[in-house]
């Protein structure tokens, strides 16, 4: 099997090993926006963590001269000048960085003001588990790092197959409910998150059709009484209206997850692996022994 695995990673190295991106480059981005680069990017400014991740991993951290408030991983970035997010950019900040490209998402309001101050924008942000792999391919075109994109993405997968080995073993897979906001806010089957809550051993009570990153009626987890709860510490979960009634509230079956995994499992980027690992970790202890 650990064959099979180093050939699914070098695969993707060979496969594009000769690949040069030709300039000027268009292609459509997230916001429908058809998009002209000229030249290769030498300097990017990135205001996503995941995005900045992504970069770095392509062996282009030396080329970022600005990251988001949020932004610091690898540890090198933490050094970078900050320039806001999504909500609370700071335009000027962007601009006088003199980036050949800004790397936004598709949400927020960058793309405007930053075009009409001569920026390229390029709104590239994967929210699917397909699309961690798709918009990598897609930033190694744009940053003429075809070659390492497929290679990131090889090494990715292959991290995740790792994990599953074991996982698809578990006996018993528990129903779980994910939270990611005390509003409460919880995650789709269909989303990134939700394929690595499946593939770690757990079944998502959240039910396609409420989308990939729902609010949730407090009443509907109650009747869904999942057999394990992750994202909230038991006591904030026992102090809810019925909840204590829940199956994973009885069994102490109810986990907090820790800060460190709980950044990796919120970005979709090259560390997807790891934040897999982290999480079957916590469902099935069992396997990990």
């Not at 699917?128 to 994109?149: H, M, W």
């Not at 995650?187 to 609010?215: C, E, Q, W």
Request: proline share 8%.
């Amino acid at each position: 099997m650990k064959g099979i695995l180093t050939l699914i990673t070098l695969s993707g190295a060979l496969s594009g090993a000769a690949a040069a991106t030709s300039y000027p480059l268009t292609i459509t981005d997230d916001l429908g926006r058809k998009v002209i680069l000229k030249t290769e990017p030498k300097r990017i400014v990135s205001v996503l963590p995941s995005t900045t991740e992504t970069v770095c991993a392509l062996g282009l951290c030396d080329r970022l001269v600005g990251v988001d408030d949020y932004s610091d991983f690898p540890q090198q970035v933490t050094k970078l000048p900050k320039v806001g997010g999504l909500y609370n950019p700071n335009i000027e900040a962007m601009v006088a960085l003199k980036p050949d490209v800004v790397l936004v998402s598709q949400y927020g309001k960058l793309a405007e003001p930053l075009t009409q101050a001569g920026i390229t924008v390029i709104a590239v942000n994967p929210e699917t588990y397909d699309e961690v792999f798709s918009k990598t391919l897609l930033l190694g075109k744009i940053l003429n790092r075809e070659a390492q994109a497929r290679a990131l993405v090889g090494k990715i997968k292959g991290d995740i197959a790792r994990v599953e080995i074991l996982t698809k073993n578990a006996v018993r897979k528990p129903t779980a409910y994910f939270e990611i906001d005390p509003t409460p806010y919880s995650i789709g089957p269909n989303s990134f998150m939700g394929v690595l809550l499946t593939k770690a051993g757990a079944r998502n009570i959240i039910p396609a059709s409420m989308g990939d990153f729902p609010k949730v009626d407090p009443e509907f987890i109650v009747k869904a009484n999942p057999q394990l709860i992750l994202g909230v510490d038991a006591k904030t979960a026992g102090a809810r209206p019925g909840w204590s009634g829940i199956s994973a509230l009885k069994t102490g079956k109810v986990k907090d997850i820790p800060a460190e995994l709980n950044t990796m499992l919120g970005r979709p980027g090259p560390r997807l692996g790891q934040a897999l690992m982290g999480l079957a970790k916590l469902i099935h202890p069992e396997l990990f022994r």
